[in-house]
């Protein structure tokens, strides 16, 4: 999994920002700790997104060393953005990896949307397209 660390700040209204030191354009606020971290996974999110439509690769998550909160993407979104930025490391574009797997373009766009709950096997396939093996594990 792929997490994230985050900086909280007390605002001077009582609110809490947010800010994530891999995405400067990520932010976000909440009235409490728990509000900001909820609203930090959303604006992760977005900022993946732009990534995503901009064709950039996505930054790995710093080290944590002073122990601050993370947001933590899901097991397949992790996938998605390491799957990307192999993508992007070959200097393969969506398309290509579309005549790759031999389907439709909707389809690798629904591969990069981390609000849609791509099939695992999709994203193995994906992987194999590319050189690549999916690697799963319990730890």
Known sequence: MLNYPITLTPDSN???????????????VGDDI?????????????????????????????ANNTGNAVVSLS?????????????????MRKADLARRLDVHMPQVD????????????FVEQAAKALGKTLNVSLI
């Open 34 to 62: 728990a509000d900001a971290l909820a609203n930090a996974g959303d604006a992760l999110e977005s900022a993946l997104s732009i990534y995503f439509d901009e064709r950039r690769p996505i930054p790995l998550p710093s």
């Open 75 to 91: 097991a397949l979104g992790t996938a998605k953005v390491l799957l990307w930025n192999e993508m992007h490391a070959q200097n």
């Open 14 to 28: 009582g609110t809490y920002l947010v800010g994530f030191p891999d995405f400067p354009e990520a932010n976000s």
């Open 110 to 121: 629904r591969l990069f949307d981390l609000t849609h709950s791509s099939k695992i096997e």
